[in-house]
């Protein structure tokens, strides 16, 4: 696969833009680019364009697009990831995995049992900083639309604001009676609630039930909550995604 690009603002056939920045350092210092190598750019509208390198100086590169293309690298499964926050690198883990594994959609939850705290504006950070996670993911995988990173936000506040009705809602419980891949094939959206290391309250189970998600269960051990996002999703794509 060719070196890929992520880049923000409309892109048109044919047409010649500049990129500056982290990116033109990228292609200039880390990757040793040269005038007339071809790299593919995608702005995360869906398609992906060729594009041949026509300059390059210390602080930026030179780029002229080819025709557009459609990539065909999104699942048909719309996914939806309710994740509690978990510490430092375990959850831009989650971000980068489910980015790769194809999510819609990623919605960062502080739980009862949490032990990271933000406030408003280190919450803006993160979720920036996820963000570009995912843009670097799409970059490496050949997506050509990111996922929607929000902003991190209480459960039960989440519970109160659900964007959407989905075709089907799921919460991860140990020993819950219903094992994950027996759970009705969705017709479109599926919606998933992973919780903290130390799992979620009695009161937040009870809060998930009333808002109308199901329990489920991976099977017989107790996963951490990075390795339960990556498992649930992956049995999700073999079931109905574009992993079959």
Sequence with gaps: MSTRLFVSGALINGA??????DPARYLGKALRSRVGDTISVFNGDGPEWPATITRITKNSVSLALGESFEADTES???IHLVQSISRGERMDFVVQKATELGVKRITPVLTEYNVVKFDAARAEKRREHWQRIAISASEQCGRTRLPLIDSPIPLNNWFGTK????DTE???RPNAVTPLASTPK???KICVLIGPEGGFSDSEYGDAEFSGFKS???GPRVLRTESAAIATLTVLQCLWGDLR
């Design 216 to 218: 489920v269960s991976l």
């Design 186 to 188: 969705p017709e479109t």
């Design 163 to 166: 964007p959407e009705k989905l």
């Design 170 to 172: 799921l919460i991860l």
């Design 16 to 21: 010649e833009f500049e990129v500056d920045g």
């Design 76 to 78: 048909p499964l719309k």
